[in-house]
């Protein structure tokens, strides 16, 4: 799944990949919050503030979360799910650096993992109730973004959910931050309407896209407030959602 940029394909992509975020995995957390210092925020702030809003979508869209299975798809260290634990009945994790993924079971001994060569993923069709990427896609060559949304809508479930986080490249906040980033070097922003061509072109229904983050997640109150300026580009980042039919 990951060939063809910078004149890198295949497996080698695959591998450059893997070793990049092999070689930053212990001190992911310290090479974000350093490139986002100016903000005053930390990169655990955002991911607690996506998990509650996995958890609401999960629940909205889905039912009662402790009775779904759900993939972290490029769960890098797993982030996440700390703020997610016990919250699903099962939760996954997938990457291609080996490294992240040791790190990740270390942290989160509840949770199951395993690493996998970005190419067609190690799960049946239909095995998730809900899978997300988080500023992920942006990693993978553009050629394969097809291939990647098509393997989540073959790991869903029908009626499944799709949710995916990435970066605003219309915020130039957001572009500092990934310009200072070392393991996003290599890093092709889309777009909110590039997403969602993407995913309806994958063939999911109920493509559904906002902004994010126009306002820092540092109170309830202010994720509240966020949501009503998801119509608007100015977010840090933008939330997709989408069913499998």
């Known amino acids: 799944m990951f060939e063809g940029v910078h004149g890198v394909t295949g497996q080698a992509k695959t591998d450059s990949v893997a070793a990049t975020f092999d ?16 903000s005053g925020l930390d990169v655990d702030r955002f991911a607690k503030a996506k998990a509650d809003r996995l958890i609401e979508l999960a629940r909205t869209e889905l039912g009662d979360p402790a009775k779904q299975t759900v993939l972290d798809l490029g769960c890098g260290v797993g982030t996440f799910h700390r703020h997610l634990v016990g919250a699903f009945g099962a939760l996954h994790g997938l990457d291609v650096s080996a490294s992240s993924i040791e790190l990740a079971r270390a942290a989160n001994p509840s949770c199951t993992y395993a690493v996998y060569d970005g190419s067609v993923a190690p799960y049946e069709a239909g095995t ?31 009626g499944g959910l799709a949710v995916v986080f990435e970066h605003n490249p219309y915020n130039p906040l ?3 931050v990934v310009s200072r980033c070392a393991f996003d070097e290599d890093a092709v922003l889309l777009s909110p309407g590039t997403l969602r061509r993407l995913m309806a ?13 126009t306002l820092p997640p540092l109170a309830p109150s202010l994720v509240r ?12 980042q933008h939330e997709l959602t989408a069913k499998a039919p």
């Open 201 to 213: 072109g994958a063939g999911f229904t109920e493509v559904r896209s906002r902004s994010i983050f």
């Open 174 to 176: 957001t572009r500092h």
């Open 23 to 38: 070689d930053v995995s212990a001190a992911y957390a310290k090479e974000i919050n350093t490139a986002m210092a100016f």
């Open 225 to 236: 407030l966020d949501k009503l300026f998801g119509a608007l580009p100015f977010g840090a």
């Open 128 to 158: 998730f109730d809900l899978i997300f990427a988080a500023c992920v896609i942006h990693h993978v060559p553009p050629e394969n973004w097809p291939g990647f949304a098509a393997d989540m809508r073959r790991m869903l479930r029908p």
